[in-house]
């Protein structure tokens, strides 16, 4: 089974969280720059002496890829250890099972197709 982790975190966590998915050996990570709001929906900001509602925050996404529960469990552990701050805006962590993977190079499918070719 394939599952796919998504986490959403603040954009100053970018570096604790990719360092703490290189501790546990997580490759294969994409990670992308992207704007959001939750519950807090944003904050207002002084610019230009007149005052603006911020509502989509700037956040990073983590998108990886893993080969089992027990894989899933650690980096999931191991995103919200370093994304962690407590305070509201932390981000989310979704998991959700892949249906097939491909490696367009080789064609190879599933769970080959996470393998590096340089292992």
């Known amino acids: 089974m394939l599952i796919k982790v998504e986490?959403?975190?603040r954009e100053e966590k970018f570096?604790?969280?990719k360092a703490a998915l290189n501790a546990i050996q997580v490759n294969g990570i994409t990670v992308s720059q992207v704007m959001g709001c939750g519950a807090q929906?944003?904050?207002k900001?002084?610019?230009r002496g007149s005052e603006v509602d911020v509502?989509?925050?700037p956040k990073i996404k983590?998108?990886?890829v893993v080969s089992s529960e027990e894989w899933e469990k650690k980096t999931i552990e191991a995103?919200?250890?370093a994304a962690y701050t407590g305070e509201v805006g932390d981000g989310k962590i979704f998991s959700y099972e892949i249906r097939s993977a491909l490696k367009i190079r080789t064609k190879?499918?599933?769970y080959d197709a996470l393998q590096s070719e340089y292992e």
């Open 7 to 9: 986490a959403i975190v």
């Open 15 to 17: 570096e604790e969280v």
């Open 41 to 43: 929906r944003g904050y």
């Open 45 to 47: 900001e002084i610019v």
């Open 55 to 57: 509502v989509m925050q």
């Open 62 to 64: 983590f998108e990886i």
């Open 79 to 81: 995103i919200q250890k």
């Open 108 to 110: 190879e499918e599933g």
